[in-house]
């Protein structure tokens, strides 16, 4: 078994202190959910804090918030999960190779636009100078960085991983996608997502982070049980058979998930298949959703891990998740699963550390 | 294995230019810049309408040109293989850090004032291109991209070798594709990494690098679903290390690159004395290259094993780099060959090592170390060996 013995996430909510865990929920009337940031100064040296893009300052702050609850300086391996990356430096750098005629142009946002930069300053932050790996692939990153992660721990040559997923939404790349209908338009109430029945959901961002490890600790939050991708499904019955195949391999049924976590956002184009899953196979489980306090965002399931594995810690689903009223009667096996615009589909199943 | 570089497409025609000591690079015709009057590039010749046509793809709609490399290159790659038993769970792993610059270059002022580009947003994203190769090549099981800069592709291909250790796949293509882009071109300029001439790797009087494009895959097989008359080689080894040290620089000591060499050594359970030809990064920059040659030394003392850099021949091609270099160290083992490194004169300061300057031919190679270091530090090596079946 693999642990979660460290956890931090930083997103359109207060989630950035541990002691609460969701108790206050952020209302937003606007379609784009940015992070509450946490003052930077207390991550960051005031040099590195002028140069640094913010999805960096993002990335190691989050990583910070992680290795301060582990209780950890310096992780073994790094993997990162990061569907845009460091777009907006590399949109600054184009518009200044433009707006110059491609003469005279300053280096520093082409220096901070690499993908690999959020983890390499996590590893120049915590001098980790040793695995440290990038995963970019919309919304498989965060999975694919989490899978890298379990392969780490089996392999044995780490004691732990520092696995974190990170995206930013800015006004460029919010536009953009919006003139391509993946968001809604005019602005909504991000708490009544579910209920908005038009095209398009609300754009969002956030960086979480975990620390796993091949031993349980006083810290543990739960265990990673399994992670599964697949693409393109052609319906939503063959989406059930992924999730049964995917159970089955844990020796595992449907009755035995005990919340199911569903990344629906609100687009009536994408959501039937979350529909058909609440309706079907998991009529009697008790149902979460979350894209709501965090909008939609290439690694949104690092948000979503964070709120499984803090679940599972305190035996409480917070009422702003609920998607039906049914109560767990015990809290062991909780899978999350998520799709965007139906090619990237997930499961990840984390279980009680006990 | 499949290729498609400024040397040519197909495994023969890169073959063929490396026998002939013949460089792909040369001045820019394709892409639409400024600096074409000033830097040479490993530019595939093929435009755009060419290279469709030869990737055969029906459905064109947004696509890219790093997306048409990757579909062109992929095929060669698969063209052996027998995918008609879908008990072998396939899937793809492929680097890029520069292909989604090409189509954002290119349209950014029409996504930001009108509307007339917008078939192409979707592909301003570095998970386009694996999913186009995806859709072309028929895999449908896991699919992911790696972007970790100049390493991305040699890492796609140490991912893939794990999963397939995990058991978690029977096959998988890894490699990786990258266009050549105006912003690499001001990039890497802005930096002044970049030589006006073609590229002078380890020689003292380096200037830089040459960008370049391509793209290379492998498909990597299980033991259990390899069928012997097609095997290419093994991947015995890999390692990767991160230099903790600056965002574009590599330390000065070598350490870090030292570390990736001796991590993908340990792996194989090879002694240094084993490796008989080192694929080096050898970019042509000042910092990449010393580090290197200081890592070199550092693992294999003052006399390592013949060691050259392609980078001359098809120029930098970043996130692809480590895969058209995978294909290159196969070529050598299979043709017991090591390859020139072209334009070296003198030695570095500070450092004893020199790389070979002539084809080797003849020489029995059963094991070879390819090197791809990255921004953010990021290092890999991998080694591959001969199969005796």
């Given amino acids: 078994m693999i642990y979660i013995n460290g956890t931090a996430s930083i997103s359109p909510q207060p989630t950035l202190k541990k002691e609460e865990f969701l108790t206050e929920i952020r209302e937003y009337r606007a379609n784009m959910l940015q992070c509450i940031e946490p003052d930077y ?65 300053p280096p520093s946002p082409f220096i901070q636009s690499a993908h690999g930069s959020i983890a390499a300053q996590i590893a120049i932050q915590t001098g980790c100078k040793d695995y440290n790996m990038t995963y970019a692939h919309r919304s498989f990153s965060f999975e694919s960085a989490l899978i890298d992660a379990l392969m780490l721990l089996k392999e044995g040559k780490y004691t732990n991983v520092l696995l974190g997923g990170v995206d930013e939404i800015e006004e460029t790349q919010f536009k953009t996608f919006e003139r ?21 959901t609300i754009a969002g961002e956030g960086s979480a982070f975990f620390l796993l490890e091949n031993q349980p600790n006083n810290n543990t939050y739960a265990a990673v049980k399994s992670v599964h991708t697949f693409s393109n499904p052609p319906d939503a019955s063959s989406v059930r058979q992924q999730i049964f195949y995917f159970l089955e391999q844990g020796n595992l049924a449907v009755k035995d998930i005990d919340l199911i976590i ?61 998607l039906n009223d049914r109560p767990p009667d015990k809290l062991r096996n909780i899978l999350i699963y998520n799709q965007y615009r139906n090619v990237n589909h997930s499961l990840t199943l984390i279980t009680g550390a006990g | 294995m499949g290729i498609i ?24 015709r394709n892409l639409e810049t400024r600096l074409r009057d000033e830097l040479m590039a490993g530019e595939i ?18 696509i890219s040109r790093g997306a048409l490399l990757g579909v062109i290159a992929a095929k060669e790659a698969m063209k052996n293989a027998d995918f008609s038993d879908p008990a072998v769970r396939t899937g793809i792993i492929s680097g890029t850090t520069a292909e989604a610059m090409t189509n954002i270059e290119r349209y950014l002022q029409d996504f930001l004032n009108n509307d007339r580009k917008n078939e192409y947003i979707e592909s301003q994203d570095w998970g386009f291109s694996t999913e186009i190769i995806a859709r072309e090549t028929g895999i449908n099981g896991y699919m992911t991209t790696i972007n970790t800069a100049c390493s991305s592709a040699a890492n796609a291909i140490m991912t893939g070798t794990r999963m397939i250790e995990h058991g978690l796949l029977d096959r998988v293509l890894a490699g990786g594709t990258d266009a ?27 200037r830089g690098l040459n960008i370049g494009e391509g793209a290379a895959y492998l498909v990597i097989e299980s033991e259990r679903v390899a069928q012997k008359e097609n095997i290419l080689c093994e991947i015995s080894g890999y390692g990767n290390s991160n230099e903790a040290y600056h965002l574009t620089a590599l330390s000065p000591d070598g350490e870090g690159t030292a570390q990736a060499m001796n991590n993908a050594l340990e792996k194989s359970r090879l ?27 550092n693992v294999f003392g003052e006399n390592p094993p013949p060691f050259s ?68 530090g990021n290092n890999t090596s991998l080694i591959f060996s001969k199969v005796r079946l």
Wanted: aromatic residues 8%; hydrophobic residues 40%.
């Fill in chain 1, 180 to 200: 391509a209908g993946h968001y809604k338009e005019p602005e909504v109430n991000n708490l009544q997502l579910p209920e908005t029945k038009s095209a398009g």
């Fill in chain 2, 5 to 28: 570089s400024s040397l040519g497409a197909g495994v023969q025609a890169n073959l063929n230019r490396l026998l002939e000591g013949e460089t792909g690079v040369g001045p820019i």
């Fill in chain 1, 262 to 322: 569903l990344g629906l956002n609100g687009d009536v184009q994408f959501d039937p298949v979350y529909a058909d899953l609440s309706g079907t196979i998991f009529k009697e489980q008790p149902q979460a959703y979350y894209k709501h306090l965090c909008g939609e965002y290439h690694t949104s399931t690092a948000f979503a891990l964070w709120l499984a594995a803090n679940i599972m810690r305190r035996k409480e689903i917070p009422d702003a998740i609920r």
């Fill in chain 2, 45 to 62: 010749s093929y435009t755009d309408n060419e290279l469709a046509e030869i990737s055969k793809i029906q459905d064109l709609r947004g």
């Fill in chain 2, 180 to 206: 050549l882009s105006k912003v690499m071109l001001n990039g890497f300029n802005a930096l002044m990494i970049v030589d006006t001439e073609i590229s002078k790797p380890f020689d003292r009087n380096r």
């Fill in chain 2, 309 to 376: 850099s392609t980078k001359p021949f098809t120029g930098h091609t970043l996130g692809s780099a480590g895969a058209l270099e995978a294909v290159f160290s196969i070529l050598a083992l299979q043709n017991n060959l090591i390859f020139p490194n072209l334009n070296f004169k003198d030695c570095m300061d500070g450092v004893a090592v020199s790389p070979a300057t002539e084809m080797i031919r003849n020489k029995q190679i059963s094991h070879v170390l390819s090197n791809s270091f990255g921004f953010g």
């Fill in chain 2, 271 to 297: 002694q240094v004395g084993d490796i008989d030809y080192i694929n080096a990064h050898g970019t042509g920059s000042e910092n990449s290259d010393l580090s290197e040659a200081l890592g070199l030394a």
């Fill in chain 1, 41 to 105: 100064h207390e991550f960051l040296h005031p040099n590195a804090l002028r140069r640094l893009n913010r999805i960096i300052k993002l990335g190691w702050a989050g990583a910070k918030l992680c290795l301060d609850d582990a209780q950890l300086k310096v992780p073994d391996s790094i993997c990162v999960g990061t569907g845009k990356g460091c777009f907006k430096s590399t949109e600054i750098f184009l518009l200044s190779v433009d707006d110059n005629k491609e003469q005279f142009i």
